[in-house]
């Protein structure tokens, strides 16, 4: 069993729509959560960062963290063409010890 | 906010010889950087992580003798690829743990080798 698990996708939505992207992971030492944003051939972008259950919002975007389910999301609201990309989970322990999703290519359609 | 910087963007070589590509943290100082390489489509690998001042960690898999790392400063790490080949021909990434959580990222770089 994968230490991460993100449905690749791919996911098309029309502009303005609401997109839930998702992880779920099986180790519950994992502390900290993070989303990142990888348009092509571009580094990843860290987009929200957290460490506790409940929700965190930034903007347009929301980051949502489960801990008793093991479950991530990330919500984007009043998508815009600009937001497709790939966007990668990625869950820590916290001694440095990085897990990645598989990432999830979206694309809003104009 | 924590910047990565990383050079070069973009590199063409021919097979057998040696390509570094440099990261640097712009405004911190990171003790720990992490190399990663990214295949078409698919999730970031990590490669090893690099420790100022001493011996890089490499992963399972991962030839320490084809993929050299450095870490001589606070602030620079590089990558030197040894005897290029074809498949090595990937998308090499660095990141740092930057500031406030998280970790920041170089823009990456693309290596082919012809």
């Known amino acids: 069993q994968k230490e991460v698990e993100q449905d690749p996708g791919p996911l098309s939505v029309p502009e303005g729509a609401i997109v839930s992207l998702n992880c779920t ?4 030492a994992f502390q900290y959560f993070m989303w990142y944003r990888q348009y092509s051939r571009k580094g990843p972008e860290l987009l929200m960062y957290t460490y506790s259950s409940g929700n965190k919002e930034d903007g347009r975007f929301t980051a949502q963290v489960d801990k008793s389910s093991k479950y991530i999301s990330l919500f984007i609201r009043d998508s815009q063409p600009s937001d497709s990309a790939t966007y990668l989970c990625a869950i820590e322990t916290g001694a440095n010890n990085l897990f990645f999703g598989t990432g999830t290519r979206l694309t809003v359609i104009p | 906010g924590a910047v990565v910087s990383q050079h070069p963007s973009r590199v063409i070589c021919k097979s057998g010889t040696s390509v570094k590509i440099e990261c640097r943290s712009l405004d911190f100082q990171a003790t720990t950087m992490f190399w990663y390489r990214q295949f078409p489509k698919k999730s970031l690998m990590l490669m090893a992580t690099s ?3 001493s011996k890089a960690t490499y992963e ?3 030839e320490k003798d084809k993929f050299l790392i450095n870490h001589a400063s606070l602030t620079l790490s590089t990558l030197t690829v040894t005897s290029a080949h ?3 021909s990937s998308f090499y990434i660095c990141s740092a743990n ?3 959580g ?3 990222f170089g823009s990456g ?3 082919t080798v012809v």
């Open chain 2, 60 to 62: 399972q898999g991962v």
């Open chain 2, 102 to 104: 998280g970790y920041t």
């Open chain 2, 98 to 100: 930057g500031q406030g």
């Open chain 2, 109 to 111: 770089t693309r290596l």
């Open chain 2, 51 to 53: 420790n100022e001042g």
């Open chain 1, 25 to 28: 992971y099986s180790n519950s």
């Open chain 2, 86 to 88: 074809p498949e090595d």
